[in-house]
């Protein structure tokens, strides 16, 4: 198994929440509202700049209409 850097999990998690953020239609400020979260913390999950707690990717994969676990297995995923 190889090696995960710094900061590799939250580059792809928010790599993966964008995509499926926009294929739903989202603005980055509509969805952080939409979950109750200001626009710029949004903007550091994306970027890969925050670790989310449990809590925010429970509300993120609802809002995604998906639940917790279909969203995690998305970083497994070789298409994000």
């Not at 509509?30 to 429970?58: C, M, N, P, W």
């Not at 639940?67 to 995923?77: C, T, V």
Request: no cysteine; glycine share 12%.
């Amino acid at each position: 198994m190889g090696r995960i850097s710094a900061g590799e999990p939250e580059r792809k998690f928010g790599s993966v929440v964008r995509k499926l953020r926009e294929e739903k239609g989202f603005t980055q400020e509509a969805f952080a509202h939409h979950i109750g979260i200001d626009r710029s913390y949004q903007g550091k999950i994306e970027r890969g700049e925050a670790s989310v707690t449990l809590h925010k990717i429970g509300l993120i994969a609802k809002s995604l209409g998906l639940a917790k676990w279909e969203l995690l297995k998305k970083l497994e995923e070789n298409n994000f």
